[in-house]
């Protein structure tokens, strides 16, 4: 009798098998064209993204892209973090509520 209680419960674990934590897409948005693009997404975890690109001075020595957008993410402390940005000849200038700022000059 006991190896069966044993079997049985052993039998409802693995059927139960591993809690599944992979996200999957709920959205998800694209244009992409010769002089730019813009995409969008979202998962099932709470990560958002998008972005907006254009091509800019076309055809030219200064021909550079330049791109805007944002994305979000839940962290391990629960709390949902957004870093908007801007990426384009200047470099990469990320802007966020938790992010630091660096001091006027």
Sequence with gaps: MKFLIVFVALFAVALAGPVSNEAYILKSDADVHATGFNYAFETSDGNKQQAEGILNNVGTD???LAVRGSFSYVADDGQTYTINYVADEN?????GAHLPV????
């Design 91 to 95: 470099g990469y200038q990320p802007q």
């Design 62 to 64: 200064a021909e550079a």
């Design 102 to 105: 660096a001091p006027e000059a």
